[in-house]
């Protein structure tokens, strides 16, 4: 594993023994995660279904490939108030569906106007 992997997997481990805590403290609190692209995968999703739980998670670009591919696949998306927003919802992952929010803005960064572009994966419908 390299150290990226290995941060991760422990991250993972640590969020298990939390989420059993907070679930058995706390068993009808509705929860909403909101989490860094460490947390994009199975394990949180298996996890956050079984709790009824709520999650908006950020994506980073490779971290699930399947993911960006079928929505990249997908030419027509919802559009939000601006054009540079858009979703989809009910992408296939395992045996999971998750919804996909994508926003660019620009920011003036050094005397330079700069596109930054944030992604999300939820299962917020």
């Known amino acids: 594993m390299n150290i990226q ?32 692209s460490l947390y994009a995968g199975e394990p949180v999703f298996d996890i956050c279904k079984k709790n009824y739980w709520d999650y908006i998670i950020r994506y980073k670009t490779g971290s699930i490939k399947s993911i960006m591919e079928e929505y990249e696949a997908i030419p027509k998306k919802g ?30 960064r050094k005397k330079k106007i700069v596109t930054v572009k944030f992604q999300w994966l939820t299962n917020i419908v």
């Open 5 to 36: 992997q290995i941060k991760q997997d422990s991250e993972t481990k640590a969020f298990r023994r939390l989420a059993a805590r907070i679930k058995k403290d706390f068993p009808r609190l509705p929860i909403l995660l909101l989490c860094d």
């Open 79 to 108: 559009c939000g108030k601006t054009p540079k927003t858009e979703f989809l919802s009910g992408i296939g992952y395992k045996k999971h569906e998750v919804n996909v929010l994508k926003f660019e803005e620009n920011q003036m």
